[in-house]
């Protein structure tokens, strides 16, 4: 089909560029999703209410990773399947997904609704804005299964070598919900509730909208579910737990890191808070990259076209280094501007743009991670990801902000962060060079009686 591609053959350098492009968009858009959410509730409702959503999305990120993690395995398998042209294989597997997200994000859902209240008392939710951000998390947790399903039919796509369509189910929950907070929260005098629902009501369109369309235009040869076979889901959960750790690993580094910002008081929490948001932004095209690359190579090692993945890798990269040294000269230049978009307290702002122009010249050293971790993760070999994870995160970022900030105080941060991305990436090239990933096998002969 036209919007799909074949990456085992062609011209790698158009295809890294014109499959990137949609996914970049997606990611963009799906950040101005939980940004359009804040600015509507903090506006209309108030702090409260804002601070309600911000301690309930600390969960829904929890659960977020985990649906990230088994798409990567769902993009691994389904990309191999589609770069060896087994429909058999791309059937059997997409049903065994289809009844595993099933049974889970029904199962998830009904266990978040019955414990939100004492997840959120364990994160320490102030009691005035508890009940609040019980009910934005219940809300939220029945609409489990249109979180999965939206974010699964987009990742099957994208391993068929289809960006461009991702995009659109993306664009219509956005904008779905740019109008329906309004409406739900104010007009309907909804509050928080409101919030919550117009949240669901838009990702369950554009989970429908999705199913209709891969159907009614043969996108994907989905069937009607049915049992699958043992080896199929073993298989998806032996890629898919340990990616969703790797995410779980992020996380948990990523709160270590602000242990060290707040000792440095909350004008540097703010300014690092600020950062952050624009760091989110200014990454999305080297997460894009790593997408892309990583179906790309996925088609290619389920044929073990190995010239050509190393080529797809290679290119990734060069073309990462393009971009993010490009987007870093950008932040070096407007970086304050940006920041004031966030906040406009002096102090902050001095941190949050000396932060940004020091770690920006990093930039593309994290960008390098991102492509060859997604090489690596395409061939299927996730616990050597989750460990470079672990070292990127625990042994080089933290231990090296920490380091930093007590030798040249809060612009130390930025200096240990950075530092770290540089190390970090020399670690993925020397598991990429000559670690065993090539070696990895996912798919057994299938006896038949």
């Avoid at 492509?371 to 299927?380: D, M, Q």
Wanted: hydrophobic share 55%.
């Amino acid at each position: 089909m036209k919007t799909q591609h074949d990456f085992t053959e062609g011209n790698i350098w158009r295809q890294l560029m014109v499959f990137s492009g949609p996914i970049m968009l997606a990611n963009l858009l799906q950040t101005s999703y939980q940004l359009v959410d804040s600015l509507w509730v903090g506006n209309l409702l108030g702090a409260d209410a804002l601070g309600a959503i911000a301690v309930s999305g600390t969960i829904i990120f929890t659960v977020l990773a985990f649906i990230i993690g088994l798409n990567n395995a769902a993009l691994t398998i389904l990309s191999q399947q589609k770069g060896k042209k087994n429909t058999d294989g791309l059937k059997r597997y997409l049903n065994a997904f289809v009844v595993l997200l099933s049974i889970m994000s029904i199962s998830l859902g009904l266990i978040g609704f019955i414990f939100a209240e004492g997840l959120l008392s364990l994160l320490g939710t102030p009691s005035e804005i508890l009940n609040l951000a019980t009910t934005y998390l219940q809300i939220n947790f029945l609409g489990m299964l249109f979180l999965f399903g939206y974010n699964f039919i987009s990742t099957v796509l994208r391993a068929l070598g289809d960006s461009k369509t991702p995009l659109r189910f993306v664009m219509i929950a956005v904008l779905l919900n740019l109008f329906m907070d309004p409406l739900f929260i104010a007009v309907f005098d909804l509050g928080v509730k409101g919030a919550a629902i117009a949240t669901i009501v838009s990702q369950g369109f554009a989970f429908l909208y999705g199913i209709i369309h891969v159907l009614r235009k043969k996108l994907a040869p989905f069937t009607l579910p049915t049992i699958p076979h043992w080896g199929e889901i073993k298989l998806i959960l032996h890629l898919g737990i340990p990616s969703g750790l790797q995410m779980s690993v992020i996380s948990a580094g990523s709160a270590a890191i602000m242990s060290v910002v707040t000792t440095f008081g909350s004008s540097v929490v703010g300014g690092f808070g600020a950062a952050q948001r624009l760091d989110s932004i200014i990454m999305l095209p080297a997460h894009a990259l790593g997408t892309a690359v990583g179906s790309m190579a996925g088609q290619n090692i389920g044929v073990k076209n190995w010239e050509r993945v190393n080529k797809i890798a290679r290119y990734g990269v060069v073309y990462n280094f393009a971009v993010m040294v490009a987007v870093g000269l950008l932040v070096v230049l407007f970086a304050e501007y940006a920041v004031r978009l966030f906040i406009q307290e002096e102090d902050a702002v001095q941190f949050a743009t000396q932060y940004l122009q020091i770690i920006a010249l990093c930039y593309p050293f994290l960008g390098i991670n991102f492509i060859l971790n997604g090489v690596v993760r395409a061939a299927g070999a996730m616990y050597p990801v989750l460990v470079l994870n672990v070292l990127s995160f625990w042994v080089l970022r933290y231990p090296l902000t920490f380091l930093f900030s007590k030798l040249l105080g809060d612009t130390g941060i930025a200096v240990g962060m950075g530092v770290s991305f540089i190390i970090s990436s020399v670690f993925a090239y020397l598991y990429f060079r000559f670690g065993k990933w090539r070696e990895k096998v996912l798919f057994k002969q299938r006896k038949r009686g």
